[in-house]
């Protein structure tokens, strides 16, 4: 089961379904919660995409996962990795790999190009109950920086739709809450095992904030391993590379004998 972050659709994991049924396994990349069936559709509808926060879409795929005859193996990007955490420290998941995962709760500091990466949501406060779209130049800035332009204006144009602002707003404010939706089991030994992949370029989700994510599980005695990217940045699910990514993420798969 794969998961998107804020600003992709579901349909951009297209080309990571068609290889991983190559490889025999079944898959399926449901959307969030008022996400429609096209990017299109979804950028028309931008009001069913606003105001849904971290639990809404982990309780949605956790109905969706429920449904399943057996829990899924978890791939998810930016917050969508975050979900996949989540889903995994629940035991709804075989395995995860958490790709350039957004911050859980306990990770600090956040970098200042995170910050600026997520301005666009954070520059009024109203945005937590919006959907948020970003210009293709803040796209490039968060997303694609490690590219050519002229591939970021590719991306940009076929993939993006509006995020809700609330899930950073509950992020950002994670560890002045004891009860934040950013919280992840993470000292759960029970779980499955657990691939966090970062990207040194990554503007959106530095490399740091994955190794920092990666210290929260030092209690756990499930398997968590870490694979870094040094030139690639956040769009490293959607752009050029993609098959390296998917493929080292395959291979670690079956290295768990998954």
Not at 12 to 36: H, I, L, N, T
Not at 60 to 84: K, N, Q, T
Request: with cysteine; proline share 7%; glycine share 8%.
């Amino acid at each position: 089961m794969f998961i998107h972050g804020l600003w992709l659709h579901a349909t951009s994991w297209e080309p990571w379904m068609a290889r991983f049924r190559d490889e025999g396994y079944e898959v399926q990349a449901p959307g969030w919660p008022g996400d429609r069936e096209t990017v299109e559709e979804s950028r028309q509808h931008a009001d069913e995409i606003a105001d849904h926060g971290i639990d809404d879409v982990v309780d949605h795929f956790a109905e969706i996962i429920r449904g399943l005859p057996e829990p899924p193996v978890l791939v998810g990007h930016s917050f969508g990795g975050m979900i996949a955490q989540k889903l995994l420290g629940r035991d709804l998941g075989k395995a995860a790999v958490a790709i350039d995962a957004a911050q859980i709760k306990g990770v600090l500091p956040v970098p200042l190009s995170a910050l600026r990466a997520t301005l666009p949501v954070f520059k009024n406060p109203a945005n937590k109950h919006r959907a948020v779209s970003l210009t293709a130049e803040q796209f490039r800035y968060a997303f694609a920086n490690a590219v050519s332009e002229e591939e970021s204006d590719e991306l940009y144009a076929r993939w993006t739709i509006p995020a809700p602002g609330k899930p950073l707003f509950e992020a950002a404010a994670s560890n002045f809450s004891p009860h934040s939706p950013a919280a992840v089991d993470t000292a759960n030994s029970g779980r499955g095992p657990l691939l966090l992949i970062a990207s040194g370029k990554d503007h959106t989700v530095p490399e740091s904030v994955t190794r920092s994510t990666l210290k929260q599980y030092r209690h756990s005695d499930a398997v968590t391993d870490l694979h870094t990217f040094p030139d690639k940045g956040h769009s490293l699910t959607i752009d050029s590379g993609w098959g390296e990514v998917a493929d080292t993420c395959l291979a670690w798969l079956r290295g768990q004998s998954l």
